[in-house]
Structures are given as structure tokens and as C-alpha cells.
């Protein structure tokens, strides 16, 4: 399947980078979001980018902004991308008004980081052909995707998106359906240690992130990571990991809860773990 035709729902920091990087392939991307103002909020978020790429030789934004069409609703695709909130009730409702609308072979890929995706194939009528195709931020620099099959999914489906990530300029690591998959079952214990150690008085954050950055090589430390992925999205993972594994070792720490009551949510609300301006 060459997937000519792509659906992004949702447009915010990950579903614009997802858009962006399809379009820059060569493929049609439609871009839907529910909330007023997204998709355009989007589209500047990937012009901006572009033109960043484009310093380094990439494409020019026009080029590729021109195979991005907004729509107010889910419409026929050869594929959809899911990257709305990480909120299981939202992406099975989801998933279940694209079912309904896609053709019968088109397939439905989630960008969930933890949500199993058994679970959302099982309100379709197509579960073999739901899939998770997990993407990093920022989404047109990191290359890796991270594949995960449904107990449903079928080799046919796996196959085709494997291929579509290579093609996409992505290496795809696929891995099986528990939650939080490889990446934040491994990731998010060392985030929410982190925060425990700057709760109990161990250290600055300055001090933790420079420790795991010299020490361990890491291009960016666990406090600076969560403020970029959203402080609340890291919650909600945690809360996927420890209803899932039944571990308290995945609990979020209290200092992760109480930023995020705060409205302390990372870098889109200007203050995290750190202050952006």
C-alpha cells in the first residue's frame, strides 16, 4: 500500500509533526482537529519548522504546505493517524467515527504512547487493520516510530506501515501490545524518579538533567524531556503504566501531580520544571 491519501487527526505539537513529515514524503495530508483554532495553529507550527529544515536544505514550506488541505471532519483515506489526547474514552470514540467513514481497506494507526492498542481495534469492524505507530518529538527531527501490533493486527497491516515509516524517513521498531510498549515503559520510571529526586532535596534540576546528560550520554535530561513532552501527558502515561502493570513503582511521583494541578504542564504553558519564554 502506498497510502496517497492520509488523515492527521489532530494538530497539535505531535499530529503537526506527523502531518508535516507525511506531506513531505509526497503524500495528500488532510489535517482535522476538533478544537477551534488548531489546524490553522498547526499549519504555523509546521511553516515555522519547515522554514528551518529549508535554511538546511530541505524543501520550501510552500511546497510542502501545499499537499496539506485542513477539513472540519473525518473524511475518506487511504489511512488514519490518530494523535489527539492521550484519553483512551477519546480515541475509541474516535476510532470508531473513523471506522464508519473510512473505506473498508483503509487502515487506522494510532500515535498513542501507552494506550493498548487492542483495545481501540476492538470497536471497530476492521480490528485487523488498527495499528500503533507511536512517533517522538519533535516528530521531523527524532527517527524512530515505534510499531505496535494488536492482538488483531494482521501481517498484511504490519507489513505496510513498517514499510510506510521507512519510507517516511523513519527507522520502525515494532514491538507487542502491553502498556506503555518499549519506550515509555522503559522512560517513564526514569522521569518519575527524576522528579522524586528533586521533591526530596537530592538536587536542582539543572544538577539532575546535567547528570544524566554528561553521565549517561543522554541529549537531554529527564526533567527538560517531560517539560517537552507535557508534564500531564506524562501523568496520564503513568496512570496508563500502573492501572495496566498493577506496579507502584509507576505511580506518577505527588511533585508531577501537583505541577500539573498548578497548570505547570512544560514548555506549551511556559513553565514546567523550568520557566520558557
Known amino acids: ?70 477539513v472540519e471532519g473525518l473524511v475518506e483515506a487511504d489511512l488514519l493517524i490518530e494523535a489527539v489526547v492521550e484519553h483512551a474514552e477519546t480515541k475509541k470514540e474516535l476510532f470508531r467515527a473513523a471506522d464508519a467513514i473510512l473505506p473498508g481497506e483503509a487502515i487506522l494507526a494510532s500515535n498513542t504512547s501507552s494506550i493498548p492498542i487492542t483495545e481501540l ?24 516510530v515505534e510499531v505496535i501490533r494488536a492482538e488483531q493486527t494482521s501481517d498484511e497491516t504490519a507489513a505496510a506501515i513498517v514499510a510506510l515509516a521507512r519510507d517516511l524517513g523513519k527507522t520502525p521498531a515494532e514491538a507487542n501490545d502491553f502498556p506503555g510498549f518499549v519506550s515509555n515503559r522503559i522512560l517513564m520510571p526514569f522521569v518519575n524518579e527524576a522528579a522524586y529526586a528533586l521533591m526530596e532535596g537530592v538536587a536542582e534540576p539543572e544538577a539532575i538533567d546535567t547528570v544524566a546528560k554528561l553521565g549517561f550520554a543522554h541529549p537531554m535530561g529527564p526533567l527538560a524531556l517531560a517539560d517537552l513532552i507535557g508534564l500531564d501527558t506524562c501523568v496520564a502515561i503513568m496512570e496508563v503504566l500502573h492501572d495496566g502493570l498493577g506496579d507502584p513503582k509507576y505511580a506518577p511521583c505527588p511533585l508531577l501531580r501537583r505541577y500539573v494541578a498548578a497548570g505547570r504542564l512544560g514548555r506549551k504553558s511556559g513553565r514546567g520544571f523550568y520557566e520558557y519564554t
Not at 513531505?24 to 499549519?43: H, I, N, Q, T, W
Not at 504555523?44 to 501545499?66: F, Q, W
Open 121 to 144: 481495534a476492538a470497536v471497530t469492524a476492521r480490528p485487523e487493520r488498527v495499528i500503533g505507530m507511536h512517533f517522538f518529538n519533535p516528530v521531523p527531527v527524532l527517527a524512530l
Open 1 to 70: 500500500m502506498t497510502f496517497g491519501r492520509v488523515l492527521v487527526a489532530g494538530a497539535g505539537q505531535m499530529g503537526a509533526g506527523i502531518a508535516q513529515v507525511v506531506a513531505a514524503s509526497g503524500r495528500e495530508v488532510l489535517l482535522y482537529d476538533a478544537l477551534p483554532g488548531a489546524v490553522e495553529r498547526g499549519v504555523e507550527t509546521m511553516r515555522r519548522s519547515l522554514a528551518k529544515l529549508h535554511e538546511k536544505g530541505g524543501a520550501a514550506p510552500d511546497e510542502v504546505l501545499g499537499r496539506v488541505t485542513p
